[in-house]
């Protein structure tokens, strides 16, 4: 699996190396793949030949179908997209999480919502808090890097995931919620700084952390640009507390935006409700002139 992209080169994990072979090979890749347009990415898996033990390099020859890809950051066969966001500094903003919660659902993959730094609340405000985020749907984890809280939780579940992707506001805690998680990974932690509270901002690269043989992490810097969808028909799975409900009654029409719609079986009483009906209509405002042309 290829964990790691350097300039020209991919570091590549064996599955299962041979004693006297490297885990950890450095590898260029045959000229026919980039012949063929066909990029390499971080969580693809490859066939790798021409092994050089002395050196741990080799050269990837083969790369396997994905079962998923993401376009930014560029991860490939992730299955589950982590959403941390922080319970207090910076604040707890519910319309810059659902964003980021929402740009997770985009990708079809397997949500979770983290909440980090738990410390910072009290034990009914965070009660509170879970009861709200249950309200849109999601089952949180809370953690704290701090008091340790929630992270066997996390672990455990992420032990059942061959590849994750975090993602989640700068300054939460991320860097340092994978420094609790992977003893000796040490992450540089930004301070929170300035007036904003808004961590500081460091480029890095995409990288898959082991957790073990078969579950990796990857973090994302390029996972902060929350967007919509491009078609207002893709919205409405984006709120898995909307998807509950029309799962249980279907609306009479299939295009039903769950406006005023004649057959609506959606109900207004949900606390996302408006802010999924602003989003309705931006994107039918940005699509507009296209259609009338
Ligand atoms: P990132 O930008 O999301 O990677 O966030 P960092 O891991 O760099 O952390 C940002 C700041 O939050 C640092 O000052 C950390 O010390 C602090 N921090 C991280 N985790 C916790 C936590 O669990 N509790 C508290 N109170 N602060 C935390
Ligand atoms: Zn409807």
């Given at each position: 699996m290829v964990v790691a992209l350097q300039a020209n080169y991919l570091e590549v994990e064996l599955e299962a190396p041979p004693v006297d072979v490297p885990p950890r090979l450095l590898c260029t890749r045959r000229t026919r793949l980039n012949h063929r347009g066909a990029a390499v990415h971080v969580g693809d898996r490859v066939r790798v030949e021409a092994i050089d033990c002395d050196h741990a390099r080799a050269v990837v020859a083969e790369v396997e179908?994905?079962?998923?890809?993401?376009?930014?950051?560029?991860?490939?066969?992730?299955?589950?997209?982590?959403?941390?966001?922080?319970?207090?500094?910076?604040?707890?903003?519910?319309?810059?999480?659902?964003?980021?919660?929402?740009?997770?659902?985009?990708?079809?993959?397997q949500v979770l919502l983290v909440l980090t730094k738990c410390d910072l609340l009290d034990a009914d405000a965070l009660s509170?808090?879970?009861?709200?985020?249950?309200?849109?749907?999601?089952?949180?984890?809370?953690?704290?890097?701090?008091?340790?809280?929630?992270?066997?939780?996390?672990?455990?579940?992420l032990a059942t995931v061959p590849i994750s992707v975090l993602c989640g506001p700068s300054g939460v805690g991320k860097s340092s919620l994978l420094n609790g998680l992977l003893p000796g990974l040490a992450l540089r932690v930004g301070a929170v700084s300035g007036r904003l509270q808004r961590g500081r901002h460091t480029t890095r690269h995409v990288e898959l952390h082991a957790f073990s043989p078969g579950s990796r992490v990857a973090d994302t810097p390029g996972f902060n640009r929350p967007e919509l969808p491009d078609d207002v028909?893709?919205?409405?799975?984006?709120?898995?507390?909307?998807?509950?409900?029309?799962?249980?009654?279907?609306?009479?029409?299939?295009d039903c935006l769950h406006r005023d719609e004649p057959g609506c079986g959606v109900t207004r009483d949900w606390e996302r409700y408006p802010m999924y009906r602003k989003a309705v209509e931006q994107?039918?405002?940005?699509?507009?002139?296209?259609?009338?042309g």
């Open positions: 179908p994905r079962s998923s890809f993401l376009v930014r950051p560029p991860v490939a066969n992730a299955s589950c997209i982590l959403v941390a966001v922080a319970v207090e500094q910076p604040a707890f903003d519910a319309d810059q999480v659902s964003r980021f919660l929402l740009t997770a659902e985009k990708t079809g993959l509170k808090l879970r009861k709200r985020l249950q309200g849109w749907g999601y089952e949180p984890i809370l953690v704290s890097t701090r008091s340790g809280m929630g992270l066997e939780e996390l672990r455990a579940h028909s893709n919205l409405e799975v984006l709120f898995p507390e909307l998807r509950v409900q029309l799962d249980q009654h279907p609306c009479r029409f299939r994107l039918l405002e940005i699509s507009r002139p296209f259609r009338a």
